[in-house]
T-cell receptor, first 114, second 115 residues
Framework: DSGVTQTPKHLITATGQRVTLRCSPR?????VYWYQQSLDQGLQFLIQ???????AKGNILERFSAQQFPDLHSELNLSSLELGDSALYFC?????????????FGPGTRLTVL | GQQLNQSPQSMFIQEGEDVSMNCTSS?????WLWYKQEPGEGPVLLIA?????ELTSNGRLTAQFGITRKDSFLNISASIPSDVGIYFC???????????????FGTGTRLTIIP
């Protein structure tokens, strides 16, 4: 158990819909990262937050947005969903979001878009 | 998105055999990491490498940070059934600079152990 929690574990929805994925980092960790893992693909970095502020951005679609709240939990919002958005979405956290910090991954949310 | 080239894609080995996999990149990385992912779980960090040429072990696992900073290798000795899973390499460009902490992941090596 990494200490990072993600809800829900599974999510099934239809095209065009909007969903919110939630992540709680490890106790004391200030930085949160979101990754997308499509079928048989490696993980693609989406976005990083540190203490409530956006710190780094990957290839995140404009239809996707995220935020980190004062209690440090984070939410990833996916809107106008398409079939290709079906994937595993992982959240990771690290202590300070700095170079040698270890990123600890949550168990992921499996999103299925029908 | 950018990805690292990881090989082999899959391996079928017998228990007790040694395993080698590698990762190459067109970009220089200052940190190389190796993760293992099991079904229904997130990746778990196995080994972290911070210096070119560094060789680090974690039990039966040994990883090396390539001298060119563009590759890394992972070896597993005397494989056991619990080694089954997908192994990912990951590179990080930043050292301690804020805002560049994203990990670029390899495509994964799926390890299967034949009874």
């Amino acid at each position: 158990d990494s200490g990072v929690t993600q809800t829900p574990k599974h999510l099934i929805t239809a095209t065009g819909q909007r969903v919110t994925l939630r992540c709680s980092p490890r106790s004391g960790d200030l930085s949160v990262y979101w990754y997308q893992q499509s079928l048989d693909q490696g993980l693609q970095f989406l976005i990083q937050y540190y203490n409530g502020e956006e710190r780094a951005k990957g290839n995140i679609l404009e239809r996707f947005s995220a935020q980190q709240f004062p209690d440090l939990h984070s939410e990833l919002n996916l809107s106008s969903l398409e079939l290709g958005d079906s994937a595993l979405y992982f959240c990771a956290s690290s202590a300070r979001g700095q170079g040698m910090d270890t990123q600890y991954f949550g168990p992921g949310t499996r999103l299925t878009v029908l | 998105g950018q990805q690292l080239n990881q090989s082999p894609q899959s391996m079928f080995i017998q228990e007790g055999e040694d395993v080698s996999m590698n990762c190459t990149s067109s970009s220089i990385f200052n940190t190389w990491l190796w993760y293992k992912q099991e079904p229904g779980e997130g990746p778990v960090l196995l080994i972290a490498l911070y210096k070119a040429g560094e060789l680090t072990s974690n039990g039966r696992l040994t990883a090396q940070f390539g001298i060119t900073r563009k590759d890394s290798f992972l070896n597993i000795s005397a494989s056991i059934p619990s080694d089954v899973g997908i192994y990912f390499c990951a590179g990080r460009e930043g050292i301690s600079n804020f805002g560049n902490e994203k990990l670029t992941f390899g495509t994964g090596t799926r390890l299967t152990i034949i009874p």
